[in-house]
């Protein structure tokens, strides 16, 4: 039996449910958003193009966790928000370990 307590979710759990969570977020996305979400993820893109071209890893990190946040906010499903915000700290993590290349 699962119990929660008694695991330690490492980076591979995380990575492996966040491919499954953005496959599905970026392809709902492409069929829901509207010309706002299109806007904001303009934002977040060239936000985290700017970061990432300026050698700011740590900026970048954060942006790269906005724009999928923004993304999953397109999906126009509240519990796919909320399920990458419960990866947000991974997200966060993740990113910097990337930026940081």
Known sequence: MFDAGK???????????RHVLEVEI???AAER?????????????????????????EEAAIADVAFHLTLAQATDNPAFVLAMRSLEWFLLSSARKIAAR
């Open 7 to 17: 695991q330690n979710t490492g980076d591979t759990d995380c990575s492996s449910v």
């Open 26 to 28: 970026a392809a709902l």
């Open 33 to 57: 958003a509207d010309e706002d979400d299109l806007k904001a993820l303009e934002r977040a893109g060239a936000a985290l193009k700017t970061a990432k071209a300026a050698k700011k890893p």
